[in-house]
């Protein structure tokens, strides 16, 4: 094999297959990725088994060939080099050599036939989601996946597409509209988001609901961004699923199991609702969380003509309270939260203001993002934190 590529070009790919190179593994191939150019195409392909990525680079084949280089000592030479054309040589016996300007690299590669497979995505069964919606969607849900590896279908966030309604399949138009919807959960918090989208009528679902693992998660949100203003297909299969942009395509294994019934533990009423500055909210709760002991600690906030008081009493540590002027003419009223979970889900609502709602100091809280109808807002397009509370000492 002999390829010649441009420093940019090369190590643009390279930064993203590294993405599901392995760090940590007892098998050697799984440290390198893939080159492939036996078509005239330059591509790079990385697996560890659970997420795959694969990606083309603008090249010059000189001669066809695949072999497997070490991903990170690749890389690492890659960015030393200087600003001009790379050429890569791999020999029979999978010794690579790199030339670039007066700089000579030669390292060892691997057979390519010891290098895993990586599944087709299957373009037929995908639907188009425009990828500032699907960003706006894992960063607003993956922030209350479970670490709880005993719980096994909450370590990842739970995805589902409705199946197409006979009658919008027989309806003659070039776009047709589609819910998604993403939900994660911990057990003690959960995130929800819904979307309409317009999607083109070729692309016909039978309904999916699947669970994306985190880890999978975690890269596909490396791998966006940046990249707003693409599309990106999404294809489900039985057991995997697939991202396509541009070039690149990222495939994972699914997280099998049944979701738990998410709609049933989502607050239908309210006794109580705040509307807050997110913002504002958002520093005093994490001004006052900074006197919170680590574990079990929470941040009370107590309710009583027009103010909202903020507080924590921290034995061995300290005490801390502020006050926020709001509109609240009830009965008083106390309810406390772990701060952490308050605070990762205001960051994730792009709303300058939000409602704050409750029933009952032992039941579950609700935060959504406040949208005025008078103005241009997104209204197809829903968002909300299911938040458990914890007991008043």
Excluded: W
Aim: charged share 25%; glycine share 4%.
């Amino acid at each position: 094999m002999r390829i010649i590529c441009s420093k940019t070009e090369l190590l643009q790919g390279v930064n993203v297959i590294q993405l599901a190179v392995s760090p940590k593994t007892t098998l050697p191939i799984l440290s390198n990725f893939l080159v492939d150019s036996e078509k005239g195409i330059i591509k790079l392909t990385s697996t560890d088994l659970e997420v795959g990525i694969r990606t083309s680079v603008t090249g010059q084949v000189v001669k066809t060939g695949q072999v497997t280089i070490p991903a990170k000592k690749f890389a690492e030479i890659i960015r030393e080099l200087p600003d001009a054309k790379i050429e890569i040589q791999a020999d029979e016996s999978n010794r690579i050599r790199i030339t670039c300007a007066n700089s000579h690299f030669l390292i060892n590669g691997l057979p390519k036939e010891d290098y895993p497979l990586l599944p087709e995505f299957k373009e037929e069964r995908a639907i188009t989601i425009p990828q500032i919606i699907l960003q706006k969607m894992l960063k607003k849900t993956s922030f209350a996946v479970s670490t709880d590896e005993t719980r096994y279908v909450l370590n990842g966030v739970f995805f589902a597409i409705p199946p197409q309604p006979k009658a919008d399949r027989e309806k003659e138009t070039e776009k047709r509209a589609t819910t998604v919807s993403m939900v994660a959960t911990d057990g003690r918090r959960l995130a929800y988001i819904k979307t309409t989208l317009d999607v083109p009528t070729g692309q016909r679902t039978n309904g999916m609901q699947v669970i994306i693992p985190t880890k999978t998660v975690a890269k596909l949100i490396d791998l966006l961004a940046g990249n707003n203003e693409e599309n990106i297909l999404v294809s489900i299969t039985e057991n995997q699923v697939g991202f396509k942009i541009k070039d690149t395509i990222l495939i994972s294994r699914l997280i099998e199991g049944t979701f738990p019934n998410y709609e049933q533990v989502i607050p239908k009423s309210y006794n109580i609702r705040l509307k807050l500055n997110t913002k504002d909210f958002l520093q005093v709760t994490k001004r006052v969380s900074l006197l919170v002991s680590e574990k079990g600690g929470s941040v009370k906030y107590s309710l009583s003509n027009n103010k909202l008081k903020t507080s924590c009493i921290s034995p061995g540590i300290g005490e801390a309270e502020e006050e926020m002027v709001i509109e609240y003419q009830g009965n008083p009223f106390e309810i406390a939260f772990n701060p952490v979970y308050i605070l990762d889900a205001l960051k994730a609502m792009d709303s300058e203001e939000v409602f704050f709602e409750f029933t009952a100091p032992l039941n579950p809280g609700l935060l959504r993002p406040f949208k005025d109808k008078s103005v241009d807002h997104d209204l197809r397009e829903e968002h909300l934190c299911v938040l458990m509370p914890m007991r008043i000492e």
